[in-house]
């Protein structure tokens, strides 16, 4: 059974950081493309980044680009997202995923939330101006 455990979520100022963590098992982790999504209150889920499963290449949504740095552990099952320069537009739950399984690896790039099929239960990151 697949479980994603996210975590490191919180409150910043603009201009701060948060980094946060994702903990996977059930399923053969090194394997899949994995990756982070958020959304926001009335807007639609939207990817953030994603990464194949040897660690690269890494993907980011332009508004991302440059601020956020998504890595993984395999030894340790675990997801991570470095999210520096925080914007008050970067408020949302953001929830950390796994690829549909099958997926093929070059459609990690697409950072679409349509290409998972697994999903951790998400956490809130507010940021303020």
């Known amino acids: 059974q697949v479980q994603l455990v996210g975590s490191g979520g919180g409150s910043v100022q603009a201009g701060g950081s948060l980094r946060l963590s994702c903990a996977a098992s059930g399923y053969t982790y090194s394997t899949y493309c994995m990756g982070w999504f958020r959304q926001a209150p009335g807007k639609e889920r939207e990817g953030v980044a994603t990464?194949?499963?040897?660690?690269?290449?890494?993907y980011y949504a332009d508004s991302v680009k440059g601020r956020f740095t998504i890595s993984r552990d395999n030894a340790k099952n675990t997801l991570y997202l470095q999210m520096n320069s925080l914007k008050p537009e970067d408020t949302a739950v953001y929830y950390c995923?796994?690829?549909?399984?099958?997926?093929?690896?070059?459609?990690?790039?697409?950072?679409?939330?349509?290409?998972?099929?697994?999903w951790g239960q998400g956490t809130q990151v507010t940021v303020s101006s």
């Open positions: 990464i194949r499963p040897g660690g690269s290449p890494t």
């Open positions: 995923a796994a690829a549909r399984t099958g997926l093929v690896p070059s459609m990690c790039g697409n950072i679409h939330p349509r290409d998972f099929g697994y």
